[in-house]
């Protein structure tokens, strides 16, 4: 099995910056789309955004202009650096990686426990 491990969560102050990190404890075989979510206790998961295997991002409206996605689907990395920060930006973050494991194994998503990130003064 394969672990989607997340770190460089905390605690920033209203207009800080934060980067996250993403990557897997086995490479896989391929990688379509590498992804963050965030979710507050009581909501439901939101999509942040995304890197594809041709490189392409992909962000919520919410969070454009301010975080910006990176990283490197061959070597099963990502990273979401994140600027201009608001309270309201408070959540889990999680990584999610969509693909395929090994030759054999059919596409699927395998997600990591996620990083909490707390914005406030």
């Known amino acids: 099995q394969v672990e989607i491990m997340e770190s460089g969560g905390g605690l920033v102050q209203p207009g800080g910056s934060l980067k996250l990190s993403c990557s897997a404890s086995t490479l896989f075989f391929g990688v379509q789309t590498m992804a963050w979510y965030r979710q507050v206790p009581g909501q439901e998961r939101e999509f942040v955004a995304s890197?594809?295997?041709?490189?392409?991002?992909n962000y919520a409206d919410s969070v454009k202009g301010r975080f910006t996605v990176s990283g490197d689907t061959l070597k099963n990395t990502a990273t979401l650096e994140m600027g201009s920060l608001k309270p309201e930006d408070t959540a889990a973050y999680s990584c999610n990686v969509d693909g395929w494991l090994t030759e054999s194994a059919g596409r699927k998503t395998y997600w990591g426990k996620g990083t909490l990130v707390t914005v406030s003064s």
């Open positions: 890197l594809n295997h041709f490189g392409e991002t």
